[in-house]
T-cell receptor, first 112, second 118 residues
């Protein structure tokens, strides 16, 4: 199973872009990169996922390097409500047993 | 968007009793649901995979006779913590994936159940 490495914590000023890095150097060719976040005492919230190409939705952008060994989640205009633990996950398994294995994540604090 | 509901959101029980937690997919059907456990200041740990109409698959180190999982329909999975002990106090979270979207769709998570065993 491909594992991910994330910095344990980051700060970002409110209104600025938050860039959260993730290393997944052992990722396989058919594995997707998923990002979730968890606000205190809540269940994880899906943010975005991608395979090769960069992706953007209403919440964030995902930039995946060409060799797919790392990615960056970008929150374009961070607000205080974006304070959470962000998890970068590589989808493991196939054929229906596609469980997600959570690492320790990055605790992002948005500073007023 | 896809919604997963858990009930109860919190529960306090006495040591030795059993507690049942429900996980429902409200607007989609799910053949597979996952149960996680999270201790304070730690990440989510997968406990088991719940399969509709068949036995659950448990992760290594998780006692299947203690954590009973039933996935009786395409919208409901239950986790029963039997003979609860204080060390079972934790945040239990379920997740589900919509039927027919294997491999690419995200898993959706419930808001968790905080269990306190006294």
């Amino acid at each position: 199973d491909a594992k991910t490495t994330q910095p344990p914590s980051m700060d970002c000023a409110e209104g600025r872009a938050a860039n959260l890095p993730c290393n997944h150097s052992t990722i396989s060719g058919n594995e997707y990169v998923y990002w979730y976040r968890q606000i205190h005492s809540q269940g994880p919230q899906y943010i975005i996922h991608g395979l090769k190409n960069n992706e953007t939705n209403e919440m964030a952008s995902l930039i995946i390097t060409e060799d797919r060994k790392s990615s960056t989640l970008i929150l374009p205009h961070a607000t205080l409500r974006d304070t959470a633990v962000y998890y970068c996950i590589v989808r493991v398994g196939s054929g229906g047993n596609e469980k997600l294995t959570f690492g320790t994540g990055t605790r992002l604090t948005i500073i007023p | 968007g896809a919604v997963v509901s858990q009930h109860p959101s919190w529960v306090i029980c006495k040591s030795g009793t059993s507690v049942k937690i429900e996980c429902r997919s409200l607007d989609f059907q799910a053949t597979t649901m996952f149960w996680y456990r999270q201790f304070p200041k730690q990440s989510l740990m997968l406990m088991a995979t719940s399969n509709e109409g068949s036995k659950a698959t448990y992760e290594q180190g998780v006692e299947k006779d203690k954590f009973l999982i039933n996935h009786a329909s395409l919208t409901l999975s239950t986790l029963t913590v039997t003979s609860a002990h204080p060390e079972d106090s934790s945040f239990y979270i379920c997740s589900a994936r919509a039927l027919g979207n294997r491999g690419k769709s995200p898993l959706h998570f419930g808001n968790g159940t905080r269990l306190t065993v006294t």
